[in-house]
């Protein structure tokens, strides 16, 4: 069973950094598109941002600019990088695969929230 293990979310004050990193317990993990997703009490879960097994990428237009996603299929990782962060970007983020129909069970998420 595919295990999903988020990390790196924290408290930062606006117009900060943090970087988020998902470790997927998969042996075909470099042949999946993978994607960041996030979630708030108020909202349902939204895409973030996609990347495909072969590195090509996808922005919401809320974080294009700001957050880059990025793999390791060496370490089964997949990485989010978000710069100059903004109250609205508080949620709790998770990873998981790209395609709805592909999703695996989620994991428990990481929580990120940004003072004003």
């Known amino acids: 069973q595919v295990q999903l293990v988020e990390s790196g979310g924290g408290l930062v004050q606006a117009g900060g950094s943090l970087r988020l990193s998902c470790v997927a317990t998969?042996?075909?993990?470099?042949?999946?598109?993978m994607g960041w997703y996030r979630q708030t009490p108020e909202n349902q879960r939204e895409l973030v941002a996609t990347?495909?097994?072969?590195?090509?990428?996808y922005y919401i237009d809320s974080v294009k600019g700001r957050f880059t996603i990025s793999r390791d299929n060496d370490k089964n990782t997949v990485d989010l990088q978000m710069n100059t962060l903004k109250p609205e970007d508080t949620a709790v983020y998770y990873c998981?695969?790209?395609?709805?129909?592909?999703?695996?069970?989620w994991g428990q998420g990481t929580q990120v929230t940004v003072s004003s």
């Open positions: 998981n695969r790209a395609s709805r129909s592909l999703w695996v069970s």
């Open positions: 998969e042996r075909a993990f470099r042949l999946r598109d």
């Open positions: 990347i495909s097994k072969g590195g090509s990428t």
